[in-house]
Nanobody
């Protein structure tokens, strides 16, 4: 399994931007599909974005025009650039790793998770 640590969360006004980072351990990082999920209070984990080993990306409809996912295999890093943030984006954001080759959007298909980072968007 890969160990994941997120950073970059914080408080931002609506319309602002944040970049989340996820640092991964392990020499096999480049083989994983990496995903970002979020969880608002009282709600289940919601898929946000994923990127597979080939660099193919997939984003949820609610964020696809505002967020970008990227990875740097040389640094074992995954990023989530979030622009035009809205109050409904407020949640704890989690980085996750899946051993599946293709992009996957369901939490059970991810076998490693970070501890999460809080993103709060004020109106």
């Amino acid at each position: 399994q890969v160990q994941l640590v997120e950073s970059g969360g914080g408080l931002v006004q609506a319309g602002g931007s944040l970049r989340l980072s996820c640092a991964a351990s392990g020499r096999t990082f480049r083989t994983y599909t990496m995903g970002w999920f979020r969880q608002a209070p009282g709600k289940e984990h919601e898929f946000v974005a994923a990127i597979n080993r080939s660099g193919y990306t997939y984003l949820a409809d609610s964020v696809k025009d505002r967020f970008t996912i990227s990875r740097d295999n040389a640094k074992n890093m995954v990023y989530l650039q979030m622009n035009s943030l809205k109050p409904e984006d407020t949640a704890v954001y989690y980085c996750a790793a899946s051993s599946l080759v293709g992009v996957t959007t369901t939490p059970p298909t991810y076998n490693s998770w970070g501890q999460g980072t809080q993103v709060t968007v004020s109106s």
